[in-house]
């Protein structure tokens, strides 16, 4: 950790408004570190025992969008907390197809939970649910006028097979899956902050999302994760035609865009990433400033917003 850093958590334990309220948010994202491993997608969870159990890299894959479709009409499940409260909160709400119950173990693992529960340090107008469901296609979304966000269970099953496609073996395909979903879930929840507190972004809002995601995983000491994010939205664009009208930026300039903010975080550190060929040095030359301007930003955005108590 940069002094610059360790210096600005112990500020944020001494003095609420010294606090930097990214590092604050990191700083609780962090105690996950020492998680167990992803559970390995599990066959057992689908009914029908004529899938043989070590076949899913055989089932066909779901074909990835150039774009994602119109946000699906889903019903949200109501927060069990009263929308006074004015949190995230996670609503677990298992799977119904057989085929979408095996990534119930990714979201029931407590990880996706308990980064939900660190973002509640934000003091939002209402309660927004953050839930699992099923959509009837890959697809991640703030509801803005549902006021929650929804992670599609078919999401976890294009990543997987996207994962395992890249040449990973079952238990690290669960791991990147796990991995790229947090990243998605705290891009999505970027989102229903900038909707809810009616936050100002300039540039384009899904590349500061995608920067909010980023500096939060890489300040709480989880940079894999940022990574894996990046990897998936290669992975998702892979055989799919650019659609440059497209809100988002194309997938690979999103991986070299997270990637620069991990890299920028601790050159030393994640030289590797370098000497790799996954970041240019054109690049590389510019990311710890990146770094810096993005973490800051979203400090800016945040600190009027965090819960006092
Ligand atoms: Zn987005």
């Not at 934000?122 to 929650?148: D, M, Q």
Request: glycine share 6%; with cysteine; charged share 20%.
């Amino acid at each position: 950790m940069p002094v610059s850093r360790a210096v600005a958590l112990v500020s944020c334990a001494l003095s609420l408004s010294a606090c930097d309220v990214v590092q604050r948010i990191a700083s609780r994202v962090a105690e996950a570190r020492e998680e167990p491993a992803a559970p390995a997608v599990d066959e057992s969870k689908v009914a029908s025992a004529a899938i043989p159990a070590a076949a899913v890299a055989s089932t066909p894959a779901p074909a990835a969008a150039a774009v994602p479709g119109p946000t699906p009409d889903v019903e949200l499940p109501a927060p069990t907390q009263p929308a006074s409260a004015g949190t995230f909160e996670w609503v677990y709400s298992p799977a119904k197809k057989d085929a979408l119950k095996r990534y119930e173990p990714l979201f029931q693992h407590g990880r996706l939970a308990s980064v939900v529960e660190v973002m509640k340090m934000l003091e939002l107008p209402r309660t927004v649910p953050v839930v699992p469901l099923e959509c009837g296609t890959p697809n991640a979304f703030y509801a803005s006028k549902k006021h929650g966000v929804v992670i599609c269970y078919e999401l976890a099953d294009l990543f997987y097979h996207r994962f395992l496609e890249a040449g990973a073996d079952d238990q690290s395909a669960a791991n990147s899956t796990l991995n790229a979903l947090t990243f998605v879930m705290l891009h999505e929840m970027g989102h229903a902050a900038i909707g809810e507190l009616e936050l100002g972004v300039t540039g384009g809002e899904e590349d500061s999302v995608d920067d909010l995601a980023a500096v939060l995983l890489v300040d709480s000491g989880h940079a894999e994760w940022a990574f894996d994010g990046a990897r998936s939205m290669t992975l998702l664009s892979k055989g799919t035609r650019a659609a440059y009208f497209d809100e988002h930026s194309m997938g690979e300039q999103r991986f070299y865009n997270i990637t620069c903010i991990v890299f920028g975080s601790d050159p030393m550190k994640y030289l590797a990433l370098v000497e790799r060929g996954l970041l240019p040095n054109q690049r590389a030359a510019r990311c710890p400033k990146e770094y810096e301007q993005k973490d800051k930003a979203w400090q800016g955005l945040l600190a009027a917003h965090m819960r006092k108590k």
